[in-house]
């Protein structure tokens, strides 16, 4: 078995996010982040994007992100002062820092707390254990163009279902294995 850096650096990265975390799992809530609630963010984010869960981002993320619509990410997706309101109160009432699911509580443990990320995908157990599907040796369907489409592999994520047993990916080479993952 002939394994790259690349392959050796995703192995190392999913056998660290893999590793029990740092606050107490007794206290931690089981469960998955669950759905969104507000219909109104569902509806003006879910339009463009697919619509992250709150308790994937701290309070600061969805803060930092809700107060620049007119510039997100390149697009104007400004909305009634109203409604923007209303999305943010939801969306940092129910933040990750906040969140008593474990999900939520073990992406907080590995949140550096000066770290404000505004991208969903820039949360390392995210990014980090996905970012081998956007490698072109993944020959796998579907054939991901961006990290953004959750629901491309994680039939349940509009109910926000992430766990092992809610995806669906086809290439051999990136199965699941006990305790991390395995490269050929």
């Known amino acids: 078995m002939r394994l790259s850096l690349r392959n050796l650096q995703t192995a190392a990265l999913a056998a660290l ?3 029990p975390p740092a606050f ?3 206290r931690a809530e089981p469960g998955d982040v669950g759905p969104n609630t507000n219909p109104t963010y569902v509806k003006e984010c879910g339009s463009c994007h697919f619509p992250y869960q709150p308790a994937f981002l701290p309070a600061r993320s969805w803060q930092k992100i ?3 619509l007119k510039e997100h990410f390149g697009e104007n997706a400004e909305v009634k ?5 209303n999305m943010l109160a939801y969306l940092a009432g129910a933040a990750a820092d906040s969140a008593a699911n474990g999900r939520s509580r073990t992406l907080m443990s590995r949140l550096p707390t000066a770290d404000t990320p505004v991208r969903v995908t ?5 990014g980090g254990i996905h970012g081998g599907f956007l490698d072109p ?3 796998g369907i579907p054939a991901l163009k961006s990290l953004a489409d959750c ?3 994680h039939p349940r994520a509009l109910d926000g279902r992430f766990g092992p047993r809610n995806y669906t990916v086809t290439d051999e080479k990136f199965r699941v294995l ?6 050929r």
């Not at 820039?122 to 995210?126: A, H």
């Not at 006990?178 to 490269?183: H, L, M």
């Open 17 to 19: 996010l893999l590793a």
């Open 24 to 26: 107490d799992a007794a």
């Open 66 to 68: 809700m107060g620049s």
């Open 81 to 85: 002062l109203a409604d923007r309101d």
């Open 122 to 126: 820039d949360i390392l157990l995210v």
């Open 137 to 139: 040796n993944f020959k």
């Open 151 to 153: 629901a491309a592999c």
């Open 178 to 183: 006990k305790g991390g993952y395995e490269v």
